[in-house]
C-alpha cells in the first residue's frame, strides 16, 4: 500500500491496448496479465520475474473513454473529497469523477492548472 503523496499507480489509456501491450513486452520486457472489463480486457503489465504489476495498459472505453492517450500516474491522497475541493478551489479540473475500486478504494482524474493529467487515489478504510 502506497503512502500518502506516493505515486501508487501508472495507467495508459489508448484506442488499441493490445497493440500497446505488445509494444511495452517488446521495448521493456514486460509482461502482461489479464484484467476483465466485462466486454474487453486491460493489461496490468508486470517486470520480467515479478508477480506484482507497476503498470496498466488499458483501452479508452467504457469508463475510460475520452482520457489523453498519455501515461496518468495516480497519487495516494488522505481523503479523496477534500483533495477534489482543493484541486478546484486551486484552478484545476476533474477529469473524470470519482468512482470506486471496491475493496481497493476510490479514484478520480484531475487537471491541474498547467494542463497535465493525474489521478487522485484514497485506499479503503
Not at 480486457?41 to 492517450?69: F, K, R, T, W
Not at 482543493?86 to 479540473?93: D, I, S, V, Y
Request: hydrophobic content about 35%.
Amino acid at each position: 500500500m502506497a503512502k500518502i503523496g506516493q505515486v501508487s499507480w501508472t495507467d495508459l489509456t489508448v484506442p488499441n491496448a493490445e497493440s500497446l501491450r505488445e509494444f511495452y513486452q517488446q521495448v521493456v520486457g514486460w509482461r502482461s496479465s489479464e484484467v476483465s472489463m466485462g466486454d474487453h480486457q486491460d493489461y496490468c503489465m508486470h517486470p520480467a520475474g515479478e508477480s506484482d504489476p507497476v503498470a496498466g495498459i488499458c483501452h479508452s472505453l467504457g469508463g475510460n473513454a475520452g482520457l489523453p492517450p498519455v501515461w496518468i500516474i495516480y497519487i495516494t491522497v488522505a481523503d479523496l473529497d477534500e483533495s477534489v475541493r482543493q484541486c478546484l478551489a486551486h484552478g484545476g479540473k476533474i477529469v473524470k469523477e470519482t468512482q470506486s475500486m471496491g475493496s481497493h478504494g476510490r479514484f478520480c482524474i484531475i487537471q491541474d492548472p498547467a494542463g497535465a493529467t493525474a489521478g487522485l487515489f484514497e485506499n479503503a478504510k
